[in-house]
T-cell receptor
Framework: QQQVKQSPQSLIVQKGGISIINCAYE??????FPWYQQFPGKGPALLIA?????SEKKEGRFTISFNKSAKQFSLHIMDSQPGDSATYFC????????????FGAGTQVVVTP | GAGVSQSPSNKVTEKGKDVELRCDPI?????LYWYRQSLGQGLEFLIY????????KSGLPSDRFSAERTGGSVSTLTIQRTQQEDSAVYLC??????????FGSGTRLTVV
């Protein structure tokens, strides 16, 4: 049973557009929600993360929006660039499991020139 | 080292053979994780080591899979009697805090 559900499976966006990826979770004990970016042939790399005490976190062109009551969080990539083309994974964990992450299925983002 | 190192980067093996995959975590990282990534799929948790505690093996898919971590550093994931469904990328990660891992580039295992 997948504990974190991610959508869409794939996404095509034009350069300069906004990419939006959504995730939903069931376990209310989760208290850490990171996003990872993965390029072909590489391992996933931490992109940005949020804790449930805030509703939004922004780092450069990347923003996480968090809705605790709906148990949903999303990644927004503003001004998308071809270099952002990658697979993005959302994840969740709880502090007492010391970071054992449950991952979503991933979203392949393609940014066209 | 500067990052998490995994070897080999690619492994092709015949069905029924045993394989060993190696992970060198970042020096000083107490936590080490193994995940499996099948083609086009998400990351499936396999096993987790934290310091000297007993490992969390809850994600191992069968008793053909085992892992050890020697001296709190290097880890080896062993798959016995490999099957075609074991074909995947095996990713290792390490961490020094409860939040955020550093992944290696993975070992791509192909069982033929």
């Amino acid at each position: 049973q997948q504990q974190v559900k991610q959508s869409p499976q794939s996404l095509i966006v034009q350069k300069g557009g906004i990419s939006i990826i959504n995730c939903a979770y069931e376990n209310t004990a989760f208290d850490y929600f990171p996003w990872y970016q993965q390029f072909p042939g590489k391992g996933p790399a931490l992109l940005i993360a949020i804790r449930p005490d805030v509703s939004e976190k922004k780092e450069g062109r990347f923003t996480i929006s968090f809705n605790k009551s709906a148990k949903q969080f999303s990644l927004h990539i503003m001004d998308s660039q071809p270099g952002d083309s990658a697979t993005y994974f959302c994840a969740a964990s709880k502090a007492d499991s010391w970071g054992k992450l449950q991952f979503g299925a991933g979203t392949q983002v393609v940014v066209t020139p | 080292g500067a990052g998490v190192s995994q070897s080999p980067s690619n492994k092709v093996t015949e069905k029924g053979k045993d394989v060993e995959l190696r992970c060198d975590p970042i020096s000083g990282h107490t936590a080490l994780y193994w995940y499996r990534q099948s083609l086009g799929q998400g990351l499936e948790f396999l096993i987790y080591f934290q310091g000297n505690s007993a490992p969390d093996k809850s994600g191992l898919p069968s008793d053909r899979f085992s892992a050890e971590r020697t001296g709190g550093s290097v880890s080896t994931l062993t798959i016995q009697r490999t099957q075609q469904e074991d074909s995947a990328v095996y990713l290792c990660a390490s961490s020094s805090s409860p939040y955020g891992y550093t992944f290696g580039s993975g070992t791509r295992l192909t069982v033929v």
